[in-house]
T-cell receptor, first 113, second 114 residues
């Protein structure tokens, strides 16, 4: 069945360092890959996404890369700040028109000041 | 606030009781999704609607779960004969059919079954 694996489960970095979170997906028909940030007790919020016809996308300090051949995608956060501390989820959307998102297990990022 | 809203935000119930949650999507969004999130896990898809039609249901949605969207606006999720394993955050999201990738989540309803 459809599956998304996310690593690492926890990540601790010093303020100013970079953080990388990696995901792999099983459904080769997946064509859309969003990343969500969820702060404690709050709703998931979309922070960046990438489609299958693009290899890399950047938005200020956040970038996402996609390797369709290997079926994996990654989130890169540069110059991390304490407010980046949260749980990050990757997700994959399959083909067809359902809009169903398959989420990874989440990565708890802690940025130490 | 014109975002997705959910009610109640918290629900504590005893095992065996029925509970019902409500989701109000963004007004022009005719796609509505329900997800369940347990502690330390990512959201899991439960079901989705386009207008009033329920188009897909996950195998996670047992016979005790039912969702409706009678007029294509708000949706309700009912759990009958709740079990302790139903304790989770129930999230609702909505989108336009033309931009199904842009899903906006509500704040969730946290269910605790004692």
């Amino acid at each position: 069945g459809e599956n998304v694996e996310q690593h690492p489960s926890t990540l601790s970095v010093q303020e100013g360092d970079s953080a990388v979170i990696k995901c792999t997906y099983s459904d080769s028909a997946s064509n859309y890959f969003p990343w969500y940030k969820q702060e404690l007790g709050k709703r998931p919020q979309l922070i960046i996404d990438i489609r299958s016809n693009v290899g890399e996308k950047k938005d200020q300090r956040i970038a996402v890369t996609l390797n369709k051949t290997a079926k994996h995608f990654s989130l890169h956060i540069t110059e991390t700040q304490p407010e980046d501390s949260a749980v990050y989820f990757c997700a994959a959307m399959g083909s067809g028109n359902t809009g169903k998102l398959i989420f990874g297990q989440g990565t708890t990022l802690q940025v130490k000041p | 606030d014109t975002g997705v809203s959910q009610d109640p935000r918290h629900k504590i119930t005893k095992r065996g009781q029925n509970v019902t949650f409500r989701c109000d999507p963004i007004s022009e969004h005719n796609r509505l999704y329900w997800y369940r999130q347990t502690l330390g896990q990512g959201p899991e898809f439960l079901t989705y609607f386009q207008n009033e039609a329920q188009l897909e249901k996950s195998r996670l949605l047992s016979d005790r779960f039912s969702a409706e969207r009678p007029k294509g606006s708000f949706s309700t999720l009912e759990i009958q004969r709740t079990e302790q394993g139903d304790s989770a955050m129930y999230l609702c999201a909505s989108s336009l059919p033309s931009t199904i990738w842009s899903q906006y989540f509500g704040p969730g309803t946290r269910l605790t079954v004692l």
